[in-house]
């Protein structure tokens, strides 16, 4: 059952332009997640997607693999399009987020064994406790409830579940019945196919999150839980953040 890793990768970002070529460490942003998100074990090929030219030739130029895609709304149905013309023996694509450059490999090569140990999901993602409260108020933080078989129920922006008799700060850190989702996803590939199809679903449109159309389409999605989060870079200060923590690293 081949598994194939898939990297979107846009230059723009609003809050951080050009950030997946920034080099302030000595390579790109998209180097380092390849290099980490590479080290997975279970992962039989990986490719980065893009619609940009420099961030084709910045893979190139460090020895890795790039698809150059038309512009598409989301990194899924970028993904959708080299599964179509590039990936097609591939049965499971994993959606590695571009600007996770810490991402576990762990974490991937759980995700896929979820994936393959849940016949009746389409789809297979990752969540971790939520410990704090700023985090849990933060609507750009998204929340998972789920299914007393492990497959995802709801995810919603606001704090869900609700206690209603219960202030959250008493239940944080050790008692968290809150999870934070993380965004990585594994697909089978004719799920994928098919799901890029499908016009933006109501509660889709609402919460502004594209995971929500597999769930009012009716896809299970099977949820695994890790310890700690990943940190992705989406501001000067997390770009900044990181360049220190790996200075540290290599020192």
């Known amino acids: 059952m081949p598994v194939c890793g898939v990297i979107p990768a846009r230059l723009e970002s609003s809050r951080l332009p050009g950030k997946l070529l920034l080099s302030e460490t000595g390579q790109t942003l998209i180097q380092h997640t390849w290099e980490a998100a590479a080290r997975s074990e279970r992962l039989d090929r990986l490719i980065v997607a893009t619609d940009s030219l420099e961030i084709l030739e910045a893979v190139h130029g460090f020895g890795g693999k790039a698809f150059l895609t038309g512009e598409h709304p989301s990194g899924t149905d970028r993904i959708a399009e080299v599964a179509e013309k590039e990936l097609l023996d591939a049965d499971i694509l994993v959606n590695i987020q571009g600007d996770e450059p810490e991402i576990a490999p762990e974490f991937i090569d759980q995700l896929i064994d979820l994936l393959e140990c849940s016949p009746e999901a389409e789809m297979a993602t990752l969540a971790t406790p939520i410990r704090s409260l700023e985090q849990l108020q933060d609507s750009s933080c ?3 409830v789920c299914r007393q078989d492990g497959s995802a129920l709801y995810f919603s922006r606001l704090p869900i579940p609700f206690t209603r008799d219960v202030a959250p700060e008493t239940l944080l850190p050790e008692q968290s019945p809150w999870l934070l989702h993380l965004g990585l996803y594994a697909y089978r590939r004719p799920f994928l196919l098919e799901l890029t199809q499908v016009s933006p679903t109501p509660l889709e449109q609402l919460e502004k ?13 099977q949820v695994g839980t890790v310890a700690h989060p990943t940190v992705g870079i989406d501001t000067p200060d997390d770009y900044a953040r990181f360049v220190s923590r790996y200075q540290q690293g290599t020192n």
């Open 209 to 221: 999150l594209e995971q929500l159309r597999a769930l009012e389409t009716g896809a299970k999605i």
């Open 142 to 144: 998204t929340k998972v």
